[in-house]
């Protein structure tokens, strides 16, 4: 709030510091202070009022896009019932109540639910109530209690490279209110807001429509050789779209949105996997895991299957993006495409029914790389099971002497991996080689004697 406009004294604290107050001159503390005597301030810190609803600020849609804005209730006490309004931004967001799905409730059936919608209120206004009205009453649980459905309008459209916000609130005309068994119980309500982008969530391509073209986008994107911010995806071999080809909004493309894209399309909106990355997963030990082993034996000119294991840790995966770098000095890979799948017949994938895939031998890499995209393309995704992924076969060189050679995960771009929700889950790659054993080299003469008699 700034400095008040008068000086404070007198401060005063209870033994316990459980009691806290103080006098001030000023008239800006409280609204229409206008009284021109002096105030009396006091505080019982034992008193603390929870925030029982709160909106996110993370929700996120282009203009067009359908937004689903949740309601989450925290129960810091024996909440059975709440009254509440929600305001929004009409300029920038439009609600219809007709369409499909408008308020969708999630609490559970034996509260009742009701909303009402008054489209003359200047600045638009969604009335709610839940309550439990049958013995043994229910609390109400933690968690989303209500979605709300919003299109963004093209009246708030940013200009390239900035963000509008569109605000989605609580009314304090009435304001929230809560009851526990017949009593008021005092609680707050926190407001949120709408990121309006600059572009379609999903449109890797940019052409204003989200279809499998953008599926296609979002491969060439993730190999074009520029970096893993959306800022950046303007650059490398494919222009990228910023806003597009990172849909589910985390702030990094990688595997995650390709499953987010696939919600978009077959969900009917961007509502479907925006606003949910839950930054937690991303301080978790347990990383969703690629191995290659290490020091696989082979002898030269012998073609070796390596095996590339998944292990997801005991997460729902259902998309991942990865490249292999070799050693192209004792390891040949053969492209060769022979029965037209679009896959080199050197690359073998084990994979449950339903996944789609593509791999492909970059050529143009220094050092040898294999580009490897799987994905499951439907509203209901499915998951990868621990074990063998793939096999990689190579042909073993010769070199002078026993040799390492390394078979490591690239770091353009870095392995990464998505969740049937659209969101991005952390992992890793782990480096393999393959110990290559000159048998000219290490042969061992032994001596022997040959009886003539």
Known sequence: ????????????????????AFVSGATDLVTNDNNNVLDVFAHDRRRVIPTFLSIPTNVSGGVGDVVSVPVFYKN????????????????????DPNMSGAITFTVPADFVTEWSYNGADKDGEIDVSIYDQVAPRSIIPDGVILRIKFTVTSACLPAPGSV?????????????SFGSFGQSIPGFASDGFVRILPGKLGDCNGDGVVDAGDLSALVLEFFDGDDVHPADTPGG??????????????????AGDLSCTVLIIYGGGSAACT????????QSTSLVTLTIPDQTPAIPGQHLALPVNLDPQGRSISSAVFSIDYDQTWLTFDDADGNNDGIPDAIKLNLPAGFVASAAHDTQDQ????????????????TLPQGNLMTATFEIGGPQGDFVAEVNSSLDPR???????????PGMLVDGSIWIFNTAVNQIFLPFSVDTQ
């Open 164 to 176: 509008n916000h569109a605000k989605v609130g609580f009314s304090s005309d009435p304001p929230a």
């Open 275 to 282: 606003g949910l990355s839950p930054l937690t997963d991303f």
């Open 1 to 20: 709030r700034g400095q008040p406009n008068g000086p404070s004294f007198a401060p005063v604290i209870s033994r316990r510091a459980e009691h806290i």
């Open 367 to 382: 050092d040898g790389e294999i580009d490897v995209v799987v994905y499951y393309p439907s509203l209901t995704q499915g």
């Open 76 to 95: 810091g006490q024996n909440i059975d019932t709440t009254v509440f309004s929600i305001d929004f931004d009409e300029l920038c967001l439009s609600f």
């Open 237 to 254: 071999t494919f222009p990228g779209n910023p806003v597009g080809c990172n849909p589910n909004q985390d702030l990094v493309v990688d």
């Open 415 to 425: 392995a990464s991996f998505g969740s049937p929700s659209g969101t991005s889950v």
